[in-house]
């Protein structure tokens, strides 16, 4: 199946606390998970094992040194922060001044859908969990990716990959794509430039929250030089057979038809990339400086010049990428394609056949164009300039994760945003893991034996049992293995961790 692959996201929320605007990030942030932790008794033990993690390793053959690295990219430092491992198979720490939930390791489209909002339902959980402390302040949170402060933080997804695909075929085929995607994936935002104080009367929307962050085509930071494609080379799988592609362009979304195609698209393209089905030539000349003209443009009209000479808009170049992926799943799978991978090309199709006649008709299924008409009947009914503060503050209180304040949620309410999934679906999400990944064996073991889990990652479960004179690690380095398939029924009868443990390693 074309669209079915390993893959997650990470997400880190906007964060800030009720009336003190200059109250610590990293303090109000470890406040919201540990709230979270101490709901729990699941919550508690665990640590998170960072014992095989690789954040310097370059794709491109190398290791960068540790004097050189900026502190942000040590992500395999135990820095004594709140770090909670769930049932559902997710993880919920602090990332530096951020609150982040990385979702579980899921294999469909949909499925992102469903444990990235399952995450969005944590964070609301965790910050009201957080304001029930005696002596606190309410601490907000926002699914965003700017302060509006010049500051940015990610909202990032990762796709599990054959390590046979030569990395040059990646960088080469997924740039244009990256560029281009942000007609369908944007989250909108109001104002220009990083501190997005760049606004006129009739210029100060554009169609991404992080565009003009990043500064080079390709490189292995994430928080500083940000590039279109990044280098990090660390799989949590077996790097024999995989790479882990880590996307960090992406905003972060709301509108559920945003989040499915940002992951069925993304995903049908790496297909393509793997299978070398693309003999196009489809590379953009400049594509750092092209990627932000196209977000400056929510008329969608700006022509981007490719290195074969065409002038095309992003949302054509889109549409390049889609008859290609149209003819691959016709050539690979004919009649056999699967449901979501028939989903996602007609979704596709529907929506940039809409943007193309008139972005507006995408109001109910992508973020940007929601937010978009949103802001402007603002505008028309108070007469509003683009540099006005009102606008902000709408752009800010649509990403709010309070279902009572967020105007995502309110349109989402009335009808006026497309849901792809029912409450229950994603309730079910919050506290149960993927069936057919690996972090079915992870949430499982959590939640039945949380008293003997001493530790965990991706790749590991790491058990504390009696009578063993040393932590028994159990590795998970096949995403796909440990799933309920595999694993459900031994679980079901293994009454205590010791008895799991000394099955598996019988």
């Known amino acids: 199946m074309s669209v079915r692959r390993v893959m997650g996201t990470e997400v880190e929320y906007g964060i800030s606390v009720q009336g003190q605007p200059t109250a610590n990030p990293m303090v109000a942030s470890s406040q919201v998970v540990n709230a979270y932790a101490s709901s ?162 009739e210029r100060g929307f554009q169609l991404s929250q992080r565009a003009d962050f990043f500064e080079v085509e390709v490189g292995l930071e994430t928080t500083l030089k940000r590039p279109i494609i990044n280098t990090r080379d660390e799989p949590h799988a077996d790097p024999a057979v995989y790479r882990r592609l880590h996307v960090i362009i992406g905003d972060a979304n709301l509108a559920e038809v945003s989040i499915y195609l940002k992951a069925g698209t993304t995903s049908l393209v790496l297909a393509m990339i793997e299978d070398d089905f693309i003999d196009a030539d489809l590379s953009v000349e400049g594509a750092v400086r092209a990627l932000r003209e196209v977000s400056h443009d929510p008329t969608l009209q700006h022509l981007m010049t490719l290195r074969d000479g065409r002038r095309l808009t992003a949302v054509q170049l889109q549409m390049e990428y889609l008859d290609l992926a149209r003819s691959y799943v016709e050539d690979r799978y004919g009649a056999d394609a699967d449901e979501q991978t028939r989903d996602v090309l007609q979704r596709w199709e529907s929506v940039l056949t809409r943007l193309e006649r008139d972005p507006m008709e995408c109001a109910t299924e992508l973020d940007w164009v929601a937010k978009l008409k949103l802001l402007q009947q603002y505008r028309d009914r108070d007469g509003l300039a ?121």
């Not at 079910?428 to 893991?433: K, L």
Request: aromatic fraction near 8%; hydrophobic fraction near 40%.
């Open 40 to 201: 729990t008794v699941r919550a508690r033990r665990a640590r998170w094992d960072f014992e095989e993690e690789s954040p310097l390793r370059d794709a491109r053959g190398f290791d960068m040194a540790r004097q050189v690295a900026d502190p942000t990219q040590l992500t395999d430092e135990d820095l004594g922060l709140a770090n909670v491992i769930l049932a559902n198979g997710a993880r919920l720490y602090v990332d530096h001044a951020h609150p982040e939930y990385s979702s579980p390791e899921v294999t469909t489209p949909l499925d992102v859908v469903r444990w990235e909002k399952a995450g969005e339902q944590v964070m609301l959980d965790a910050s009201r969990m957080a304001a029930q402390v005696p002596g606190t302040v309410p601490i907000l949170l926002y699914k965003n990716n700017t302060d509006g402060k010049g500051a940015s933080y990610g909202a990032h997804e990762n796709y599990l990959m054959r390590r046979s695909t030569p990395f040059a075929e990646i960088v080469r085929h997924l740039t244009p794509f990256f560029v281009s995607r942000q007609v369908v994936t944007g989250a909108g935002r109001v104002g220009l430039g990083q501190d997005g104080r760049d606004t006129s009367p």
């Open 386 to 506: 683009w540099d006005d503060a009102k606008l902000h503050l709408i752009d800010l209180q649509y990403s709010d994760v309070r279902p009572d304040k967020g105007l995502y949620h309110r349109l989402a309410r009335a009808g006026r945003i497309e849901r792809l999934l029912d409450d229950a679906a994603v309730e079910t999400a919050m506290h149960e893991p993927p069936a057919d990944t690996r972090a079915y064996f992870r949430g499982r073991c959590l939640d039945k034996y949380a008293d003997a889990v001493a530790a965990a990652s991706w790749d590991s479960v790491i058990f504390d049992l009696p009578g063993r004179e040393s932590l028994q690690r159990v590795p998970t380095l096949d995403p796909l293995r440990g799933t309920r398939a595999h694993v459900g029924a031994l679980i079901d009868r293994s009454a205590t961790a010791q008895e799991l443990v000394s099955a598996i390693t019988r």
